[in-house]
């Protein structure tokens, strides 16, 4: 099969030289628009970061919104290779909370561009759809709640969280302090992640243990 410019490839089929070429671009369109916010980022300035032709991104995609969709994936999948091993290393139920909570929260801290480029996205009206329909279609990520939620009753049944919280409520109020760490970090910079990471994984330590234990 010849590829057409714009036109959608299988995965498999793509070269390994085009699937790089692909990564690439995404990422420039991440510091593009964390540079320049959703807007300004279009596939001429995009290009122009990357000293390349406007005409090589879209040999590459159909348009903008083709593009969007590749970076909130790119974005996605970054994330999950650095949370999920240090999660899954842990094998106690604290551990597991104590990785969670901070490995989300690093990444964000050594990835700003991508938390404002995740904001831009989500926020534009044009970009919703592709944050939305992509980045929160991927059933991973769409269902973080739910995992997290199956990960604190499993613990929790097997005596290493306390038993008499609901492990749903628990999740929603896990993610939530994750998430309110983004808006924040984008505004300012020089935002503590390190101490707010602390100061988290300690208010659900506490709320967690098991009574009477360490």
């Known amino acids: 099969m010849v590829m057409q410019p714009g036109a959608p490839v299988d995965e498999p089929e793509r070269t390994f030289i085009e699937t790089a070429r692909r990564a690439q671009i995404a990422a420039a369109a991440i510091d593009t628009i964390a540079e320049l916010g959703y807007a300004g980022a279009s596939l001429a300035r995009i290009a122009e ?10 040999y590459h995609f159909a348009g903008k919104d083709d593009l969007m969709r ?4 790119e974005a996605a ?3 999950k290779a650095y949370i999920r091993p240090l999660v899954l290393a842990e094998s106690t139920g604290p551990g ?7 490995s989300n929260l690093a990444f964000m801290r050594d990835h700003r561009n991508n938390v404002i480029a995740m904001i831009e996205i989500a926020r534009s009206a044009e970009g919703r759809r592709n944050f939305y329909g992509d980045f929160y279609g991927d059933a991973d990520v769409v269902n973080a709640v739910g995992a997290l939620e199956r990960v604190l009753s499993g613990f929790q049944t097997a005596g290493q969280f ?3 919280f609901d492990p749903h409520i628990m999740a929603i109020a896990i993610r939530a302090a994750i998430e ?12 503590d992640m390190d101490n707010y990471a602390s100061e988290i ?5 506490l709320a967690t ?3 009477g234990g360490p």
């Not at 970061?49 to 879209?58: D, H, N, V």
């Not at 597991?96 to 901070?102: K, P, Q, S, T, V």
């Not at 309110?180 to 935002?191: G, H, K, Q, T, V």
């Open 49 to 58: 970061r990357l000293g390349i032709s406007r005409g090589l991104i879209s």
């Open 70 to 73: 590749q970076v909130v994936h």
């Open 77 to 79: 999948e970054e994330a």
């Open 96 to 102: 597991m909370l104590r990785a969670y909570i901070e």
């Open 162 to 164: 306390r038993p008499d």
């Open 180 to 191: 309110a760490a983004s808006p924040r970090l984008a505004l300012d910079p020089e935002f």
């Open 201 to 205: 994984i300690t208010v659900f330590e």
């Open 209 to 211: 243990r098991v009574e």
